[in-house]
Nanobody, 116 residues
């Protein structure tokens, strides 16, 4: 069982930055690849970024490439999403996800609002 709690969201002006955190419970956290998703009002949840178990491999949606950076600290059971050059279209609830095989865990999300 993995429990996830996101934090770090807020209101920021376009061009600004935010760093999201996702704190996980359980020793098995370090065995899970982690992903970030987001969901804007009236839209489906979409993939943002992924990071491998050891943090050496990452993947990003086209919308996030060059602006967002995923990282993790397994000693702290935490995964991060550094978001730079934010745009109004980045406004959404951001979720972290731990997925491996049949195991799929989600946090409750953190709101990011980017004003123009």
């Amino acid at each position: 069982q993995v429990q996830l709690v996101e934090s770090g969201g807020g209101l920021v002006q376009a061009g600004g930055s935010l760093r999201l955190s996702c704190a996980a419970s359980g020793r098995s956290f370090r065995t899970y690849p982690m992903r970030w998703f987001r969901q804007a009002p009236g839209k489906e949840r979409e993939f943002v970024a992924a990071i491998s178990v050891n943090g050496r491999s990452t993947d990003y949606a086209d919308s996030a490439k060059g602006r967002f950076t995923a990282s993790r600290d397994n000693a702290k059971n935490t995964v991060y999403l550094q978001m730079n050059s934010l745009k109004p279209e980045d406004t959404a609830v951001y979720y972290c996800n731990a997925h491996r095989g049949e195991n799929d865990y989600w946090g409750h999300g953190t709101q990011v609002t980017v004003s123009s």
